[in-house]
DNA sequence: CTGTTAGCGCATTCAA
DNA sequence: TTGAATGCGCTAACAG
């Protein structure tokens, strides 16, 4: 019954060959193969053997030629270093195997010459997510434009370009509370807003938490958001170089790498200094004190992704605006709650499933 | 200068649409795109003029059946979280771009029908490298056997099919050495040998430490590696279920989450019970106490992989061997080492850079 | 139910 | 230096 896959070598197979050999025509084979109706059992059967028989791959890119589509989805990300990265491209997968394309992936960080390589990815898949100004110049968005379906993710709508974001501005102002709540008087914002769109609205709504309450927010620490990049804070910190009893990272790279120097240094979290970080990687629910952070839904934002992308495609017309999916808070102890304990608090959410205009 | 990309919408250019609105034949366009030589510079800015205007994005399906490859790569791994396949995509996508070749993902965990998505992979890729049997199931492989170049990644190699694996054994048996080092008697493996390979290995590792030491090793808990396994172990480790001062756990999230358990216990580490992993992944260092473990040069794995995978494609006989790269031993606290020390050890290499037979 | 046929858009060979 | 013509392998009418 199963191909005893007779030709490892010689000449490929084609639909053809196959054809000759079930004695068929070609129309036939490819029926067959498509699942196609109408067909005799009898000659599917035969053309199901000749296949498997000469071991049969079709070329993905006459099939593509005739069809007039790819059935693949570009993804461009900046890098994978992180869970954050991962989870999206997880998420963004899933749901385009789903929908039945592949995904063709891209790492701007691999790439001297960006531009170039998101263009040429445009030349072989129906449509492009990408993470962000940082992975989809607004140069090459606007050559895209209107000749390839595109969705931002985590970043600003463009020219009418969708977009599909996290909720940033109330968890951050809810986070800033909370922290407030704690008794803390000088917080910083560590992160830079002009480096990202989240980070710009997570600062917004540091600052809103701050002037609803009749205080004035300080201005952020404007720094990159690694490892290396929190360490060379802390450092500057321990010398005294900032005031603060309170730290709201950017991100939890930044809350780790800062608070382990700061333990490291004898400098107690959180009874001398407060601090907060953003996405919930594993390690903050490892280190001790356990760190208190907001979580996104990282995978939905993918396949949601993958899921307007696909809608484009297909005929959708682009809304222009974006869908912002909530984010919950996770209250550990670094932030002053008690030790070990973990409650998780959903903000109220600003959008839910068909999201919301800008 | 620059395009001003008149036509957002309209009938897509083609090849044909550059000739004519340029003046020339469809050669002459091919021949610019394509960076050839033998083109008149007057004839070369109109052509890309052209282009340019009409916002010309060449289909790549067209051109990978008259040049006969995609220039694509394929990948299959298993899933994303945790850093190893993150990383090993890094280091697989960043040779591939290198390489002029896209990249196409596929997840196995997000496909109910694996071998179905492999088939469909190979319809749109020149050759495929996959994680282990796992991501890559011995009939599909024998199925591609001789049709498209394949390459499996951390696993054994299949019927002349090559493969890529890090050391495991020598370092296994270098780590195991050392906690006996430290005075412990009782060790016990935690993980699946015949899960993967590399388990397999790692216990083998450990098996000959005692061994050369006139010790008998005992059997493995046989265990999947998430950290839910590693809790269910630790708590059956903490209702007396099993005897042990040591444990080498197959890989870090094993390790941690089982730590993290004892610690909340009360049950110390390293003094009462040592826990060593594998991976050095970042939670690792960030725990106190540190976590001893093992790293494996995971992206160039990747890159390794992409390379051959490229000797293959490009006409290289594949060898049916496997490359060795070599790992590194990290010593931190938790194997009963000075705390926050951080040492690194790099174990006598098996092979180095043109790797060895199996 | 099956076969014939005409493209799909590009690279490339052969002439000019 | 350029153009005309051919074919890559497959799908999808349209006939039969």
Not at 48 to 69: E, I, K, N, T
Not at 127 to 155: F, N, S, Y
Not at 266 to 294: C, F, H, I, K, N
């Amino acid at each position: 019954m199963a191909g005893t896959g007779t030709s490892s070598s010689g000449p490929r197979a084609t639909i053809y060959s196959v054809a000759e050999r079930a004695g068929v025509s070609i129309a036939t084979v490819s029926r067959v193969l498509q699942g196609g109706p109408g067909v005799a059992a009898a000659t599917r059967e035969k053309v199901l053997a000749a296949a498997d028989d000469l071991g049969y791959l079709p070329l993905g890119a006459a099939r593509s030629l005739a069809v007039q589509h790819h059935e693949a989805h570009g993804l461009v990300l900046p890098e994978l270093s992180g869970p954050y990265y991962s989870e999206l491209l997880m998420g963004f997968e899933a749901r385009a195997a789903e929908l039945g394309q592949s995904v063709v992936l891209v790492l701007a960080d691999s790439r001297p010459d960006l531009a170039r390589a998101v263009r040429q990815l445009a030349t072989r898949v129906d449509g492009i997510a990408a993470l962000g100004a940082t992975a989809m110049p607004p140069d090459v968005a606007r050559a895209l434009h209107g000749r390839k379906p595109v969705v931002i993710i985590a970043g600003d709508p463009q020219e009418g370009i969708e977009s599909i974001v996290a909720e940033n501005r109330e968890s951050a102002e809810a986070l800033t509370s909370h922290v407030l709540d704690h008794d803390r008087t000088r917080l910083l914002f560590v992160g830079d807003p002009d480096g990202a769109p989240d980070t710009r609205d997570r600062y917004a709504g540091f600052v809103a938490a701050h002037t609803s309450r009749g205080l004035e927010a300080r201005d952020p620490v404007r720094i990159p958001f690694r490892e290396r990049d929190g360490e060379r804070f802390a450092a500057r910190f321990l010398a005294g170089g900032h005031e603060a009893d309170a730290l709201v990272c950017a991100n939890d790279e930044l809350a780790l790498s800062i608070m382990a120097r700061l333990l490291d240094a004898g400098v107690d979290v959180p009874s001398e200094v407060v601090v907060v970080g953003w996405d919930d990687v594993m390690t903050a629910r490892y280190v001790r004190p356990g760190l208190t952070t907001v979580r996104q839904p990282v995978q939905d934002l993918g396949a949601l992704a993958a899921d307007r992308l696909h809608d484009l495609i297909t005929g959708c017309r682009p809304t222009g605006a974006s869908r912002v999916l909530p984010t919950e808070l996770v209250l550990r102890a670094s932030c002053g709650c008690a030790q070990t304990e973990t409650t998780l608090v959903r903000p109220k959410r600003t959008a839910r499933g068909r999201g919301t205009d800008v």
